[in-house]
Nanobody, 125 residues
Framework: QVQLVESGGGLVQPGGSLRLSCAASGVIFSIPTMAWYRQAPGEQRELVAEVDHYGDSNYSDSVKGRFTISRDNAKKTMSLQMDDLKPDDAAVYYC???????????????????WGQGTLVNVSS
């Protein structure tokens, strides 16, 4: 079973920085896409940033220039460096991965969507 475990959330003052990390475990053939989503109270979950296997990344307009996503394919990890944090960045941040796994006994592969449990980021003075 594939699992994602996040770490690094916490309380930070406006203008401060935090670094979130996500580690994947399980029997994984490859991870085509990894991403960070966030959900604030009363809001829908939204994409923050995503990165593919080759390191190509995309960011939401609200975090562009302040957040940096990165991944280590060999270690199956992903990070989100968040700088110049604003109160609007406060939310539960979720790690997401599209994981390619072998279907047991068939010799074929399929993609599955996997989510972490979430980590809380609070930005307040």
């Amino acid at each position: 079973q594939v699992q994602l475990v996040e770490s690094g959330g916490g309380l930070v003052q406006p203008g401060g920085s935090l670094r979130l990390s996500c580690a994947a475990s399980g029997v994984i053939f490859s991870i085509p896409t990894m991403a960070w989503y966030r959900q604030a109270p009363g809001e829908q979950r939204e994409l923050v940033a995503e990165v593919d296997h080759y390191g190509d990344s995309n960011y939401s307009d609200s975090v562009k220039g302040r957040f940096t996503i990165s991944r280590d394919n060999a270690k199956k990890t992903m990070s989100l460096q968040m700088d110049d944090l604003k109160p609007d960045d406060a939310a539960v941040y979720y790690c997401y991965a599209k994981v390619r796994v072998l279907i047991g006994g068939t010799g074929t592969y399929t993609n599955v969507d996997v989510w972490g449990q979430g980590t809380l980021v609070n930005v307040s003075s």
